[in-house]
Structures are given as structure tokens and as C-alpha cells.
């Protein structure tokens, strides 16, 4: 499934729920679960040792809600992935989640499919479940309809055509995809990317994603 190896940590104050995600995970080929969390203060401190690749995290944590774990992993280790693990469905709360430095949004009701494309997708780009998806395509296209699709950026050295291409790759949008959008070529949509990155300073997709939503670019 994975390039290279995955190293997650499972957070969640449930043992059978930790023990059956981590059991998902380490049925397939390249994952490495290196750990497991109860507490915010342990997913916090094993993320401190251990800079896991990504930390699968319950929403519902002791001590902090998993939104603040997340922040504080974020700033902990920049470099770690979020992927949130929830109950509740809510565009309000996957926008809170983004917010968080979280890429990811999934169900405890999905399918073990959906957690394992969940993980596989969050290392390049967001990933929300499906049901949140279809909602957020509809949320969008309602605030294209009612904006004319424009938005308004002051202070940044962003074309239009770069904004649009940020709200579809911000979406979870390949590159193919945005092209077909786009009507141009995958190349050129290649060269909008590299020159937003360039322009903006973004060390990483995730960065592009957290603009985007910091700038309502997307509604998710």
C-alpha cells in the first residue's frame, strides 16, 4: 500500500478499540503501528519520542478534546500527520479539524476500507469520510454559485486561475482531476502548483491545504 513505511501511533481511550485498530493496521504491508496512547498527555509525550508518521487519534480524549491533542502534536512534531477518529458527523467540526493541523476526517461507523484509504491518502493529501465529502462538494458549489466563484485574496501574489487550482487540490483534487475541471492539460496544472508552492513558501501540501482553509477557499 505504502512507498515507503508508515510508522502510526493509535490514540483512543478505548483498549478494544486501540487493540482492533491496531490489529486493521498491521494486516497490511507497510505499516508499523510503534505504539499506543490512552491519555492526551501519553499521545502527546509518545509523539514527542517517537515522531510517528501519523497519529489515528479519537476525537473524544481524558484531559483535552482530540482537536487540542492535535494542535499540540502538530507543534510537538510538524512533520506527524493527523488523522481524526470520531462518532459525530459535522462540516462544522471537519473544518474545526482542519484547523487543528489534522488532515483527516473518518467515521468510527466506515468501513475498515475507508479507515485504510483514510491512512493511505492523509501522507499526500486531506482526507474526510465519504458522507462528509459529498457535503462538502455541495457546500462548495452552493458558495460558487452565490459568489460567482470568485474570492478575493489582498496581500497575496496569487493569479486567479492559482486560487482556483488551490480549491480543487485543497478539495483532494489529483492533478488529473483539476485539469479535466480546468480544461487544460495535466502539465499545466503541474506549473500552477509548483508556482503557487514557490510563490507562497509552502514547505508542504498540508501547508497549501491549511491555507485554503484559513482563507475560505474551501468549506469543508
Same mark, same amino acid.
Given at each position: ?21 491496531? /490489529? ?35 476525537? =473524544?480524549?481524558?484531559? +483535552? ?39 483527516? %476526517?473518518?467515521?468510527?461507523?466506515? /468501513? ?23 457535503? +462538502?462538494?455541495?457546500? %462548495? ?26 480549491? %480543487? ?16 492539460? =495535466? ?34
Amino acid at each position: 500500500m505504502f512507498a515507503a513505511r508508515c510508522r502510526i501511533l493509535v490514540a483512543d481511550d478505548h483498549f478494544v478499540v486501540r487493540r482492533g485498530i491496531r /490489529t486493521l493496521l498491521e494486516s497490511q504491508p507497510g505499516i508499523e503501528v510503534c505504539g499506543e496512547a490512552s491519555t492526551a498527555a501519553e499521545t502527546i509525550d509518545r509523539v514527542k519520542k517517537q515522531k510517528p508518521d501519523l497519529v489515528v487519534l479519537d476525537l =473524544t480524549m481524558p484531559e +483535552m478534546n482530540g482537536l487540542e491533542v492535535a494542535a499540540a502534536v502538530r507543534q510537538q512534531s510538524p512533520s506527524t500527520e493527523v488523522l481524526i477518529l470520531t462518532m459525530h458527523f459535522s462540516e462544522e467540526l471537519a473544518r474545526d479539524v482542519l484547523r487543528s493541523g489534522a488532515l483527516g %476526517y473518518v467515521l468510527k461507523s466506515d /468501513t475498515d476500507e475507508e479507515l485504510l484509504a483514510a491512512v493511505d491518502h492523509v501522507r499526500r493529501q486531506p482526507f474526510f469520510t465519504s458522507k462528509l465529502a459529498v457535503a +462538502m462538494a455541495q457546500s %462548495y458549489m452552493h458558495s460558487a454559485d452565490t459568489t460567482g466563484g470568485k474570492h478575493v485574496l489582498p496581500g497575496f501574489p496569487l493569479t486567479p486561475r492559482e486560487i482556483e487550482v488551490i480549491q %480543487y487540490l485543497a478539495q483532494g483534487k489529483g492533478n488529473k482531476e483539476v485539469a479535466a475541471a480546468l480544461r487544460v492539460s =495535466t502539465r499545466t496544472v503541474e506549473s500552477h502548483r509548483n508556482h503557487i508552492m514557490h510563490k507562497m513558501n509552502f514547505g508542504s501540501f498540508s501547508e497549501l491545504v491549511r491555507f485554503a482553509v484559513r482563507n475560505n477557499l474551501v468549506d469543508p
